[in-house]
């Protein structure tokens, strides 16, 4: 099953929400290279500094406790996502892998 992950058009937030049944806190922030993310699991930092494109697994490692992918999609074409568009226009989601 796919989740969205609400965000805010801001340049810099912190989100908190459940993915997989565990707590994780996100970190997204606009840089003069790139939108970035930085994920804690339970607190435990498992990534830090990713750039964000459009339609890339931001959880790249295979042995990672958090199964599923984490990517962004530009609702509009075929754009990384920017700030401004976040939660609108580029979408944070979340696939658990369910069907």
Known sequence: MIYSIPLQPLPAQE???????????LWVRQL???LYLD???????LIMGAI???GVD??????????????FTDTQGNADP????????FI????????
């Open 82 to 89: 920017y700030y401004d568009g976040v939660g609108s226009r």
């Open 52 to 54: 964000c494109f459009n």
């Open 15 to 25: 989100v908190t929400c459940s993915l997989s049944g565990r707590q994780v806190r």
């Open 32 to 34: 003069s290279t790139g």
């Open 58 to 71: 931001l959880i790249r490692n295979p042995a990672s406790p958090l199964p599923g992918r984490l990517f």
């Open 92 to 99: 944070l989601q979340y696939d658990d892998g369910a069907a």
């Open 39 to 45: 994920l804690w699991l339970d607190e435990q930092p």
